[in-house]
């Protein structure tokens, strides 16, 4: 055995080298004031039996480390640290999977209550290049070395009667700061090393037979040499050795670990419930002494995570997060760890993190202060074992935080004595580098280096009941099943049927709808069956072709083969019928059948139900079903959307029958199918450096429907958005294909007549045709698809303020909304861009902190109050950089991007996160107060807008339209009224609502949202706002009973404000009928709740009705797409004539 003992201490601290001296083999000398370090290292045929044999079943190389919780002041010589607990690293030689499970067995056969059981238990670091060994794996636990120190005693010391320091020397672990634990099968050695903190320590050794022990008294000069290098100097006396005296001894060493600047703590926010956030609170943002100027050196902290708890790589992937808790990068997150599982049941001991930490700039030469920062790490814990009393504690070890510099190329760390490697971290980096370590500090003077803390659990003397609901559900799941069985039986008794007829509808059920026959059946048939035989085909997802009939009280379905008469029609995709419902569930219906065809199919479809049994039925082609009026509703046949997907540049589509005219601009010209929705379009669109000029705030809905409804944003240089739209292909009730553009359309007449001229297709390029089938609530045919012209792409920065109701009004009359809110209208979004735009300060006519004039001008009221939020939006250029941050979906749609997102690329984060995730119970909640407590209703409308202060968010356009999937998932209802901007005339419609809704009020029924205002251009479209229009948008939660009576409400009192404010302002000077013209500049929205029009009062909203209504006509004489509401509200031309 060869012993060496290292005492490092401060050169202030020095002995004389005379005072020690070496007599008959024994070394005996002074105190000296010394951190010291001893190394054992055996031979194998040292070992006693009890440690050779249990390694002997571990080929490879071994290194187990364990260091204390105790705080301790590292010497210079000796400053690498590994993280409290047991740390074991094994690379095997042989196969890992046997080996790994023998080491488990050993290693609690010397440590003792240890969770190592098999491979599972280890993790898998990766591979260093070129050291020639195999994988390495990791084990981690928490462990105070108690019951290794009794094992090491009664083997070690046991073997050796003549060393009667033997035992002293073991039990003397127990105030150790670190241990190491060596063996190597190709060195055939194992080495115990060990490291007591500073203390006052006697120079003394005893002979031992056959062993040779060697004292180092050593002083560290941290400035001598290289940055790299360490300078020692001191004397070196052993024994047995025939020198008397100490050797001096003065040198240089390369030091692959130093001692850097400044300390650190750790700590836990709180509070901090399942999601705790780690504070590093670090004294220095000064580099290591030697690099202050000289860069090339980074911070790091490397975190060994117990089973408990967990980092999420892909959350510590968001580099704008990142930089907003001092944390650069993720260089390092071993893997795998499973998110969900709970810790009971993962298998590997847990993880290791290698975090790049973004100190902030150090301080100037002006101070030598150093400056203190923090660091914070999001961190998750895992779900526990039950625990008496419901709480379970769980410990984390704090990191090992430390600087990393290159040293010169031929630098060999490996020469110096007390070089250590394989701590883990150091495999993550380069062979050269070398490792300034930060002290780590308590934060509270006499607490250790591991963090603990309480984590809820479930209560052991709670679990009765848990155990109880449990096994009363299954119970009753179990019963359910029999019942169905047996319901089931019952049909097996039917008599044979009749031959059953080919039937061409495929049934699928859906992901979303388990659909029961029974509630769906006509003539005890399901819905679209076959009408000649009571047995109809049925394909299921996985392509099992079955029968179904109606049997009694129920059906009876069987398997099927496919008959040999097989017609030579296509299958038409459809799916069983089922209930349907519009957004808040006002308008619930069920269709007598829905089918799915693609572009392609959609013709021969719309063909076959033109000539078959089912022409007399009315068909309806379906959006995202978000609409609140009736547009979509039938009882006959439902085209859904799904597939009527296509998304191409103009310029690749063949054949190519478009105009080679440079005016049109052909590469901002993108087709999109009409079920594509604009969430896919706006992805695309961007792909391809593309984007809308303006958008509603709803990315969810087709295309189709969006158009056909007339939406719209609040850019008051563009209108509906139909004015994206150059060309669409109507497929008429025959099947027939007409395009329908504006007279100076993009399609070459030549060319279309002679790739796609014949009689089931046509080409119409009219003024009058085109504006009347922008908005055609779906009353002339389906549309297949749609051509759109749209803007280079742009970036946004929305800037949201609260103001007063009287600010409002005071800084808008006069028409001075074309001064707040008209940018360029020539120009698109791109280049409007390039001009930073000019910010008001609120005494210049504008609102202060917002763009004067803005891009994008909204305003959000609380109608039974003054609060006022006002919401611009202005455009940017698109910063590469910045874009490839930036998803395709505003955010803030999981928990831990919402919550931890940087605040320049986020909106308010915990109103957003609650809304989607909870919106269905947070309109429970708001409902059940509003039935309760009315009154409450103003106040929570106040709080509702002052949730969504944030000082500036910046996103792609799209993103920034789109108010976020949680608000526009939570069912509501809504109405949009249009009100001219003309004379001011909407700030008269703003003080007849807030009139109108005290008045409500008063009698219990209140807005249970607040009220958008927006403003739009005026529009081509026949159906469209044909003026610069304010829209009022009311919303009302769904449950919101009033909200119909509320809606008429408004709408009434608006026309009869309007009728008398146009009525003074024109009747004298122009001698018109001003009150009729101020009653009729009152306009609804198509796509939501209204108050339904009678003939005389849309003919004056809408003065081109009649031309409308005449071409709706000729395009579909039959009335196939009019729905019972349509026929109702939208009379015939003549009607109107005569009204």
């Not at 060496?4 to 008959?24: C, F, M, N, S």
């Not at 031959?499 to 819905?527: A, C, G």
């Not at 959609?602 to 009026?629: D, Q, T």
């Not at 002052?946 to 920034?960: G, H, K, Q, T």
């Amino acid at each position: 055995m060869k012993r060496r003992i290292t005492l490092a201490h401060k050169p202030e601290h020095g002995i004389d080298p005379a005072a020690v001296r070496l007599i008959d083999g024994t070394i005996s000398g002074p105190e000296v004031l010394a951190a010291k370090q001893e190394r054992l290292v055996f031979s194998p045929d040292e070992l006693p039996d009890e440690v050779a044999i249990p390694l002997s079943r571990c080929p490879g190389q071994l290194h187990v480390r364990w260091g204390a919780s105790s705080s301790y002041e590292s010497p210079e010589l000796l400053s690498s640290r590994v993280s409290p607990g047991l740390h074991v690293f094994y690379s095997p030689t042989e196969k890992p999977e046997d080996k790994l499970t023998l080491l488990c067995s050993s290693l609690e056969l010397f440590f003792g209550g240890l969770e190592c059981s098999d491979p599972a238990s280890f993790i898998k670091l990766p591979s260093t290049d070129g050291d020639g060994r195999s994988d390495t794996f990791q084990y981690y636990q928490t462990y105070e070395p108690d019951h290794l120190i009794s094992r090491l005693e009664s083997i070690l010391c046991a073997s050796r009667p003549d060393d009667d320091e033997c035992s002293a020397r073991v039990r003397a672990l127990r105030d150790a700061v670190s241990v190491d634990i060596f063996y190597d099968t190709k060195q055939d050695i194992l080495r115990l090393e060990a490291l007591w903190a500073s203390d006052r320590f006697t120079v003394g050794v005893k002979p031992v037979n056959g062993h040779r022990t060697e004292i180092g008294i050593l002083a560290t000069d941290p400035s001598g040499g290289e940055v790299h290098e360490l300078g020692v100097g001191g004397f070196l006396i052993s024994t047995p050795d025939e020198k008397k005296e100490p050797s001096l001894l003065a040198f240089t060493v390369p030091s692959r670990h130093r001692r850097a600047n400044g300390s650190f703590s750790a700590k836990f926010l709180s509070p901090h419930g399942l999601h705790p956030t780690l504070q590093l609170a670090v004294s220095s943002a000064t580099p290591p002494v030697g690099f202050e100027d000289q860069g090339g050196c980074s911070l790091h902290a490397y975190l060994t995570l117990p089973k408990t708890i967990f980092a999420d790589r892909y959350q510590l992937a968001d580099d704008l997060f990142m930089l907003s808790k001092n944390l650069s990068s993720l260089r390092y997150a071993s893997h795998p760890v499973d998110l969900e599982m709970p810790a009971y049941k993962t298998p590997a001991w847990g993880s290791t993190v290698l975090l790049d930490l973004a100190p902030p700039p150090a301080p100037g030469t002006s101070t030598d202060e150093p400056s203190a920062w923090t660091a914070e790490v999001p961190l998750h814990l895992r779900y526990m074992a039950p625990a008496q009393g419901g709480f379970s504690e769980t410990q984390v070890p704090y990191p090992v935080v430390f600087w990393t510099c290159r040293a010169a190329e031929d630098t060999t760390f490996s020469v110096s004595p007390w070089d250590r490697a394989s701590l883990g971290y150091d495999a993550l980096f380069e062979p050269r580098t070398v490792f300034w370590h930060v002290e780590p500090h308590p934060e509270t003077t006499g607490d250790g280096l591991v963090m603990k803390t309480e984590v809820p659990v479930l209560a052991t003397e709670k679990s009765g009941w848990v155990e109880i609901g449990t096994a009363g559900t299954i119970l009753i799941g179990f019963v359910w099943v029999l019942y169905s069985l047996f319901s089931a039986a019952r049909g097996v008794t039917t008599p044979t049927a009749p031959s059953p007829t080919w039937v061409i509808f495929k049934y699928r059920s859906t992901n979303v709808h388990r659909v029961t026959f029974q509630k769906i059946r006509l003539d005890k048939l399901p819905l679209g069956g076959n009408p000649i035989t009571p047995w109809t085909y049925i394909l299921g997802n996985d392509g099992h072709l079955g029968e179904i009939a109606w049997v009694e009280d129920g059906y009876f379905t069987r398997d099927a083969s496919l008959p040999m008469n097989e017609p030579t029609e296509p299958w038409i995709d459809s799916v069983v019928p089922y209930e349907l419902a519009n957004d808040g569930r006002l308008l619930v219906w069920t269709p007598a059948m829905m089918l799915c065809p693609s572009i392609d199919e959609l013709p021969g479809v719309m063909g076959w139900l033109h000539r078959g049994l089912l022409s007399g039925k009315k068909i309806k082609a379906g959006g995202s079903f978000h609409a609140w009026s009736n547009i979509a509703v039938t009882d006959g046949i439902q085209i859904v959307p799904w597939n009527l997907k296509l998304l191409t540049r103009a310029t690749e589509e063949v054949p190519p029958v478009y105009k080679q005219n440079a005016k049109f601009e052909h590469h901002l010209l993108i087709r999109g199918g009409s079920g594509n929705t604009l969430r896919e379009l706006n992805q695309y669109a961007w792909e391809q450096g593309l984007g809308f000029p303006a958008l509603g705030g709803f990315d969810g809905q087709t295309i189709g429907g969006m158009f056909n409804t007339g939406t719209h944003g609040s850019v008051l240089t563009t209108s509906h958005l139909v004015d994206a739209i150059v060309s669409l292909d109507l497929i008429q009730a025959t099947g027939k294909l007409i395009r329908i553009e504006p007279a100076d359309g993009i399609t070459d007449p030549a060319a279309f007549a002679a790739e796609c001229g014949c009689n089931d297709a046509r080409l119409t390029q009219d003024d009058g045709y085109f504006n009347a089938v922008l908005i055609n609530m779906g009353t002339m045919g389906v549309v297949a698809s749609y051509v759109l012209k749209l803007t280079p792409r742009y970036h946004l920065k929305e800037v949201r303020t609260q103001s007063s109701i009287s600010e409002v009004k005071e800084k808008l009359s006069g028409g001075k909304i074309y001064s707040l809110s008209s940018v360029a209208a020539s120009h698109p979004p791109s280049q409007i861009a390039q001009t930073p735009p000019r910010i008001s300060d609120g005494s210049d006519g504008g609102f202060r902190g917002h763009p004067y004039p803005a891009y994008h001008f909204e305003l959000l009221i609380n109608p039974h109050g003054t609060k006022v939020v006002i919401t611009t939006r202005h455009p940017l250029p698109v910063d590469d950089s910045a874009d490839a941050k930036m998803h395709f979906q505003p955010p803030g749609r999981d928990l831990i991007r919402t919550l931890q997102r940087g605040a320049r690329f986020s909106r308010s984060r915990i109103p957003t996160w609650f809304q989607e995730r909870f919106g269905l119970l947070l309109v429970t909640i708001v409902d059940t107060l509003i039935a309760l407590l009315p009154p409450l209703v103003p106040r929570l409308n106040d709080t509702a807008m002052a949730s969504l202060m944030r000082e500036a968010y910046i996103d792609r356009s799209f993103n920034v339209f789109n108010i976020g999937p949680g608000t526009n998932d939570i069912p509501a209802l809504a109405c949009s009224i249009f009100v001219p901007v003309e004379n001011d005339a909407y700030l008269i419609a703003l003080d007849t609502i807030q009139k109108t809704a005290g008045e409500f009020a008063a009698k219990g029924m209140y807005n249970t949202a607040p009220l958008a205002m927006r403003f739009v251009k005026g529009s081509r479209a026949f159906l469209g706002i044909r003026e610069d229009s304010c829209s009022f948008e009311f919303i009302f939660t769904a449950r919101t009973a009033h909200a119909q009576r509320v809606i008429d409400g408004y709408d009434a009192a608006l026309r009869d404000a309007l009728s008398s404010f146009f009525h003074d302002a024109e009747d004298t000077e122009k001698h018109i009928d001003g009150a009729a013209e101020g009653k009729h500049r009152v306009r609804v929205h198509w796509g939501q709740m209204m108050r339904e029009p009678d003939a005389k009062t849309l003919m004056g909203m809408y003065p081109l009705y009649p031309r409308w209504r005449e071409i709706r006509d000729e395009l579909d004489p039959g009335e196939v797409f009019l729905n019972q509401w349509q026929a109702r509200v939208l009379p015939k031309a003549g009607a109107v004539g005569d009204v």
